[in-house]
């Protein structure tokens, strides 16, 4: 008798990378060491650094890691397209960044909570090293009437999507998950086309969960699979690029989602609270990659 074919049931772990050398090795490490993974896609956004050195030894040493180097920076949304498809017809996805740091079973868990309740896109509880909670595991849609109160008072943006953990549930439901960690069947993926390309480098992920909703999906969180989340690795060294793609993705999101039913007046109004914001919201992430140097 022949044994069971292990991609039958596989999950594809796509990575994209930019700057990542930091973590790259070890999410690798424990990507192939990951139960259930029959394929890993590493897509390099032009990194500058060691970041394909490292990613070069994996795939020499394990023939179920494969990388695609990008000769330029398309986007996130755009690097897990080509991910997804480079991993073929394997019947279950997971984006994880290459700063989150997987145990053994925790794609295998999340795989098997997602099958008892197809269609479900689902995220982990993220954790820094410390042990604290990641806000932007569990989240709001965007709430533009809140960010025009907001505007005036100089509120954060971030902080207003966050919903508390409820740790009674072992899958909570959410509106949005953190782009860091996400898994899902492929049919649903490909049912409602991947990622939106449009979005350069944040949004792309709220999009995702909007749409998996419209679909009938559950969305949700495992609040008992734990996953390590070094946050903004890559992220550090490039600020302005950051909070800029931040500021234009959230926008496109409204132009997406919300202005067909808000009147001109209310769209020039959120148009210019995302954009009266930026300076400020650059000014802060520059500040953390100044402490953080």
């Known amino acids: 008798m022949s044994s069971p074919d292990p991609r039958a049931d596989g999950i ?13 090795d070890d999410c690798l490490r424990r990507l ?28 020499m040493a394990d023939p179920r890691v494969r990388f695609i180097a990008n000769p330029d920076n398309p986007g996130f949304a755009v690097a897990c397209n080509q991910g ?10 997971a984006f994880v960044n290459p700063d989150c740091l997987v145990e053994a079973d925790s794609l295998a868990r999340l795989r098997a909570l997602a099958a008892a309740r197809a269609p479900a896109l689902l995220g982990a509880d993220l954790v820094d090293d410390g042990g604290v909670r990641d806000g932007a595991a569990r989240r709001r ?3 533009f009437a809140a960010l025009l109160r907001g505007a005036l008072r100089g ?8 919903i508390a953990p409820d740790d009674a549930l072992e899958l909570q439901p ?3 998950l953190s782009g860091a960690l996400m898994l899902l069947p492929r049919a649903l993926f490909d049912r409602i086309g991947g990622f939106d390309e449009g979005y350069r480098l944040h949004a792309e992920d709220l999009d995702l969960c909007r749409r998996a909703r419209q679909a009938g999906a559950l ?11 070094v946050r903004g690795v890559s992220s550090r060294s490039r600020p302005l690029f950051v909070e800029w793609h931040k500021h234009r993705g959230l926008w496109r999101y409204y132009r997406k989602f919300e202005a067909a039913r ?17 300076p400020l919201a650059l000014a802060r992430a520059w500040a953390r990659s100044r402490a953080a140097a």
């Not at 594809?12 to 790259?24: F, L």
């Not at 997804?84 to 996805?93: E, K, Q, S, V």
């Not at 808000?262 to 930026?278: D, T």
């Open 32 to 59: 192939r060491a990951a139960d259930g993974v029959a394929a890993v896609r590493v897509v390099d956004n032009a990194s500058d650094d060691d970041t394909l050195e490292i990613v070069q030894r994996h795939a």
């Open 219 to 229: 969305v949700a969180v495992a609040n008992r699979v734990r996953v390590l989340h």
């Open 84 to 93: 997804a498809a480079d991993a073929g017809a394997t019947p279950w996805l």
């Open 141 to 143: 849609d965007p709430d």
């Open 155 to 162: 509120a954060s943006a971030s902080a207003r999507l966050e």
């Open 262 to 278: 808000r009147g001109a007046a209310v769209s020039a109004a959120v148009f210019a609270a995302i954009w009266l914001r930026f």
């Open 174 to 176: 959410v509106e949005a």
């Open 12 to 24: 594809a772990a796509v990575v994209v990378t930019h700057r990542s050398a930091e973590t790259i």
